[in-house]
């Protein structure tokens, strides 16, 4: 059934001339290199692209080439409609709301909806870069330097750097054929996994001081305040749910990061072999893996927090 899906998409793109791709809102480092891995293969085949993040490149990620083309949102016509690394179509953004249903959906996330004319859903893969890496060349594109270094970031900061359980041979086999085409893989680690900014660090602080665990849950706290106190620019975690998941004892990691929208964001990690936290995340109208989930809900983070903590320790019997 794949290989259908990945033959229709192939003859999809060959028409298409002018091409929208979008991610999810708050972009990791695979919502990112699996756009522009994507959108820079179309545009060196002569087609007109637009890559679209609603919440714009992360500073984290903007040593990536092509990473300037990307836009807030799109403008003027297209004849094809692409959606990379979102698991629901809602979290494209308010901006695509009225845009009509995506012509070609590619995941990675076993929660993904199925919401495009095209779905090609692959859960077993660790990262939507991976899946565009086995398949780029396949559909006639040619996978360039800057193009292998926007893919490898993905598969490296979806797999946290190849620490995740889904982590096989397959994956690395994938890096080592991007890193042959001069990819520097350790730089890419170092800039998307390792280096933080000053305000950045600061904002670490403020959320690893708010730290608290119970019965195998460890969660830290972000609020709009702490993201002023520091300088941050972003309005998601820096990464520390990372730091946050590396706190030995403890069966399931998350943070709580409070939006200036009257919203609250909220990561699940899994930190023990199976235990899946994607229908927790489902079930307050987000998704993604089971080791690794997300949500965004609306409310004051006062009365959710409490609320997600209570439904988490049901709905995994801790």
Not at 136 to 161: C, F, M
Request: glycine share 10%; hydrophobic share 40%.
């Amino acid at each position: 059934m794949d290989q259908e899906i990945s033959n229709a998409i192939k003859a999809r793109l060959e028409k298409s001339n002018k091409v929208v791709i979008a991610s999810h809102v708050r972009p990791d480092g695979d919502a990112i290199g699996s756009l522009l891995g994507l959108g820079l293969a179309l545009q060196n085949a002569g087609k007109s692209v637009q890559m679209v993040l609603v919440d714009g490149v992360p500073s984290s990620y903007k040593h990536l080439e092509g990473s300037e083309l990307i836009v807030k949102q799109p403008s003027g016509e297209h004849d094809t409609f692409i959606t990379v690394d979102s698991a629901d179509f809602k979290r494209t953004g308010k901006v695509f709301e009225n845009f009509g249903q995506p012509d070609i959906n590619i995941d990675h996330h076993k929660t993904n909806e199925k919401f495009g004319v095209l779905n090609l859903i692959e859960a077993e893969e660790v990262a939507t870069a991976a899946i565009l890496t086995n398949h780029l060349r396949e559909w006639g594109y040619e996978i360039t330097k800057p193009i292998a270094e926007a893919l490898l970031t993905g598969i490296i900061t979806d797999t946290l750097g190849f620490r995740t359980p889904t982590t096989n041979s397959s994956a690395l086999r994938l890096c080592a054929t991007l890193m042959e085409t001069g990819a520097d893989m350790p730089d890419l680690y170092m800039k998307s996994l390792v280096k933080k900014s000053f305000p950045a660090a600061r904002y670490w602080g403020a959320g690893l001081s708010s730290m608290e665990q119970r019965n195998g849950i460890v969660w830290g706290t972000l609020t709009v305040e702490d993201r002023k106190k520091a300088g941050y620019g972003g309005n998601d975690d820096a990464d520390l749910i990372n730091m946050i998941s590396a706190i030995d004892g403890n069966k399931v990691g998350m943070i709580f990061v409070e939006q200036t929208d009257h919203h609250v964001k909220i990561s699940w990690r899994a930190l023990e072999p199976g235990i899946d936290v994607s229908p927790i995340a489902k079930h307050f109208g987000g998704g993604g893996h089971a080791a690794a989930a997300g949500a965004d809900i609306p409310g004051a983070l006062q009365d959710i927090q409490p609320l997600v903590l209570k439904t988490t320790y049901e709905m995994l019997g801790f």
